[in-house]
């Protein structure tokens, strides 16, 4: 089921991924990130199971991420990550969540 979260006539499946796309599109604005993208890609990590990153950013240093947002940081969603992280490691991958203090991002490592 999609929120009615709209930004650039784009539906978001969830607040915090309309909420986090405002903060690259900031970053974008400020120079740090060159581009970013909403689910561009998916990776096969099993039979019948994919992963597919909620943003992919290209970082000024050129360095590429994934990053994946969650309400809450849960194994089942680290286990998905890291299983794409070994399928390519020329991506960092990155957990982003929020609370009361603000966003947090975390590397995951395969």
């Not at 709209?6 to 690259?24: Q, T």
């Not at 970053?27 to 909620?54: H, K, M, N, V």
């Not at 609370?99 to 590397?107: M, N, P």
Request: with cysteine; aromatic share 10%.
């Amino acid at each position: 089921m999609k929120v009615n979260a709209k930004i650039r006539e784009r539906e978001w499946a969830s607040k915090l991924e309309r909420d986090y796309s405002l903060v690259l599109k900031a970053q974008e604005q400020a120079g740090t990130i060159y581009w970013w993208a909403y689910e561009p890609l998916s990776f096969r990590i099993g039979a019948g199971a994919s992963f597919c990153p909620d943003f992919v950013v290209l970082r000024a240093s050129g360095e590429l991420e994934a990053h994946e947002t969650k309400g809450m940081r849960r194994e089942a969603a680290i286990v998905r990550i890291k299983v794409a992280a070994r399928m390519a490691p020329w991506c960092r991958f990155v957990l982003v969540t929020r609370d009361r203090r603000g966003w947090h991002l975390e590397e995951i490592k395969p």
